[in-house]
C-alpha cells in the first residue's frame, strides 16, 4: 500500500469522483483488495470513536474531601479526638462523612456524552470489496472501501458519493437541515460548509429515499462526527454560579473562622488561662461558625428543586444545574425541533382561482382549510385546489403512522406534509389510493427537480381512464405546463409572472414552495405505463397550484419566548438551517420583538458572516445579532464561548448530535427528550421530557425559586454561626465561663438545620418572580443588605444570650441552667427569625403564615427536641444542661419577639434592597 493514502488532509468535496478514486487507491467497481484492508486497518485504526478518560473511584471519593470548610473540620475532629473529646469528634466526622457520601452520589452520575456518540455509529455497511459485495460491522471499514448505500440505512462513515439512484439523505442531527439533502456528484468548492456538501454522506446520517455508492474518505475520529466528538470531549464543563459563589464564599468564611479561632487562643493564653481548655474554645469556635449544615441543604434543596421540576416535564441530570437556570441570561435555541416541531406543514395552499390558508401543525391530520373570509371550501367547487391535493398525496411515496397519538412520517418530510393536508380536506391516503391507482413513476432527481406518476382516474366514466400527476420545483413543473386550471376548472394560459410572483412572496416568508400539476385523461387507455416518460410530459402539463410549507413553530413557544424577554433573558436562535427559513421562524416566535428587527444590521448572521468576522468584532456581533443561521458546530461552541467572555450565563438547547458540544460547554445544556438525540441528551444537563420550549420557561422559574431558597438558608443559618463563634469570644476576651458548650453547639447547628433551615427548601415560590431580572452573575451569594441583616441578627443572638446567660447566674442559677437557657435562646430567636426569612424583601404575614406547612412541623420538631434536651435526664448527661423554670421561657421568648421586631424594622427600612 502506498504512503500516499491520506484521507484527513485532503477537502473531498472539492475532487471529483475519479480523483478522490486515485487518491484512496481504491477501485470504483471492485473496492479493496482484502490484503489492503488489513494493512489500512492496522494502519488507521477501526472505525470507532475513542473512548473518554474519566477519573478513578478513588481520585472520585478523594474529590469530596476537597474543600476548605471540610478540611477545617477534619482538622477539629482529630485535634478533638486528640484531646479526648469523641462524642464531639465523632459527630465532626459523622457530617463529613455523610457530606462526602452525597457528594459522590451525585458525582457518579457519569456523564455518557462520548459512549452515546460513539454507540451511534456501532451499525452494519455493505461494502464491495476484491469485486464482492458483503456486510461488515462499520467497525471494520477503512479509507478507500466501497461502501453501498439504500433507503433506511446510517451512513457508517464519511463518504465521497461516486454513484446515486436518487439519493436523499436525513442530515438534521448533524447540520440542522430541517428536510432530507438531495444529493448529487458535482465538485464543489473547498470552503462550502458541511450542510452544502452535497456529493458527500456523513457518518451518523441516515438514507431517507434512493441509493448510491461512495468511497470511504474519513473514519473514526476523522469524520465530521469525530470532530463533534473532539469538541465535545474538549468543551469544558463550567462551574455553575452556586458553585463559584459558595466556593468563593467558603474560601472567606475559612479564613475568617481560622483568623477567629486563632485570636481566641491567643487572648486565652495571654489571660493566663489554661492552655487545653482555650485551645479546646478555639476549636469549639471553629466548629460552631461552621455552617456544617449547608452543604446538605444545599443539596437537598436542589433535590427538591429537581423533584419539582420533574412534575413539570423537566428531567434535570445535575443537580446545581438547578440553580444555574435561575441565573441564565442568555438562551441560545437551537431551531429544529426546539422551538419549531420538526414536523413539515402546509400552511398555505395557491391555486390560479385563489389562495386557501391551513389550520392546525405536525403530521396529525387535524386541522381545514379555508379562504380568505374563512370558508372551508368544498372539493368539488374548486377543481385547481382539488387536484393540487390530489396530486400531492398521489404523486408520493411517503406514509403517515400513528403510535400512541403520535403521528409521524415515513419517507420525506415535505411529501408526509403533502398526505396530512389532503387528509384534512378529507382525502386521506387509502382513498386517494383507491380514487388513482398508480400505474407508472417517474422519480424525483436533482436534475429533474419534479416526480411524476402515472394513475388509473376511477373519478371519470371511463374505467380506463388515465391521468398525469406531477409534484416539484415551481420554475421546473411551470416549463412542463402548457396551460393552468381555472376557479371553475376550466383552462387558461398559464400567467408565468403571477405564478412565479407568488411563489417568491411565499418564500419570502420562509416557506417552501411546490407546485402541483397533471394532464387531464381525454380518453380511455391514453398512455402505456411501460412507454410512460419525461418526453411525454413536456408542455402538455396543468398547472393546478402552488403548496407552500413550513417547520412550524410550536404552539407554546411565542408565549415563552415573551416570558423569558420579561424576565430579562435574551434568546437568540443557532441553527444549521437557512437564514431566510430561520428569519421567518424567528419572526413568528418573537425573537426580534425584545432584542431588535429582522431587517436591523447585524440582526441576522450566517456561518459565512460569523467567518468573515474579525477576532475583535465578533464578541459584539454575537451579542447584537438574534439569529444565527447556517452555523457549523465548531461556531456554535465559539458562540457559547464569545457570550460567556461578555460575562453571561448561557442556557443551550438543542436535539441533534451538531448541539452536542455547545450543550456541554454551556452554563447549562437542555436537550429535547423525545425527539433530541441519545448524544444531546447525555451532553445536556436538563432533558425536556416533552420536547417543550415552554418548558425552559418554567424551568427558570423553579430554577430562581430555587435559589431565592437558598439564599433564604444561607441568611437564616449565618447568624446562629456568627453569634456562637462570637458569644465563645467575648467569654474568652472576659475571661468569663463559656455559655454555651462544644456538644451544644453541635446540638444546635444540626438539629436546627435539618428541623427548621430545611424547611425553606419547600418554600413557594413568591410572586412576581419572572418579572425581574437575571441575577448578575458576579453579584456576591450575599448582597450589602443581607450582610448587614445577618450582623444585625448575630449580634442580637450574642446580646440576648450573653445577657441571660449572665441573668440566670446572677439569680443563683447553676452553670449548667444558665447555659441551658443561652442554648434555647439561640434556638427560639432562630425559629423566630425563620419566619421572617421566608421573604428577604416582605413581612412574613403579608406571605402567609401556613402557605409553608413544612415550616410548621420542622418547628414543632425543633420544640419537641428542645424539650427533651432539656428535661430528659440522659440528655442533661450528655449535653450538660439542666431543667429551667417558666419564668426562664417567658425571658426566652421575650428575647425572640424583641429580636424580631428589630428584624422587622430594619426589613421594612431596606425593603426591595436584598
Known sequence: MSTSVSPSATAHHGLAAHEVVLLLESDPHRGLAGQVVVERLARFGPNTLPAAKGAGLLVRILRQFHHPLIYVLIAAGAITAGLGEYVDSAVIFGVVVINAIIGFIQESKAEAALEGLRSMVRTEARVVRDGHERTVLSDELVPGDLVLLDAGDKVPADLRLIRLAELRVNESALTGESVPVTKDEVVLPEAVPVADRHNMAYSGTLVTTGGGAGIVVATAAETELGEIHRLVGAAETLATPLTRKLAGFSKILTVGILALAAVTFGVGLLRGQDAVETFTAAIALAVGAIPEGLPAAVTITLAIGVARMARRRAVIRRLPAVETLGSTTVICSDKTGTLTENQMTVRTVWTPGGEFEVTGSGYAPDGTLHDSHGTPPVLDSYPALRWSLLAGAACNDAALTEHEGRWDVVGDPTEGAMLVIAAKAGLDAGRVADLLPRLATIPFSSERQYMATLHRDTTTTHPTSQVVLVKGAVERVLDLCGAQMNTDGTLGPVDRAAVLHTADDLAGRGLRVLATAIHPATGPDESDPEEFGEETLSGSMVLTGLQAMLDPPRAAATTAVAACHTAGIAVKMITGDH?????????????FDHDGQAGDRGAVLTGADLAALPGEEFPEAVEHAVVFARVSPEQKLRLVEALQARGHVVAMTGDGVNDAPALRQAGIGVAMGESGTEVAKDAADMVLTDDDFATIEAAVEEGRGVFDNLTKFITWTLPTNIGEGLVILAAIMVGAALPILPTQILWINMTTAVALGLMLAFEPKEAGIMTRPPRDPDQPLLTRTLMVRILLVSTLLVAGSWWLFQWELAGGASLAEARTAALNVFVVVEAFYLFSCRSLTRSAWR????????????????????????????????????????????????????????????????????
Not at 579 to 591: E, F, K, N
Open 579 to 591: 437564514a431566510a427559513t430561520a428569519t421567518a421562524i424567528a419572526g413568528q416566535v418573537g425573537l
Open 847 to 914: 406571605i402567609g403564615m401556613f402557605s409553608n406547612r413544612w415550616l410548621i412541623v420542622g418547628v414543632t420538631v425543633q420544640a419537641v427536641g428542645q424539650l427533651a434536651i432539656t428535661y430528659l435526664p440522659a440528655m442533661n448527661t450528655i449535653f450538660g444542661t439542666a431543667p429551667i423554670g417558666g419564668d426562664v421561657w417567658l425571658r426566652i421568648l421575650a428575647i425572640a419577639v424583641a429580636a424580631s421586631l428589630v428584624v422587622a424594622v430594619d426589613k421594612r427600612l431596606r425593603r426591595g434592597r436584598a
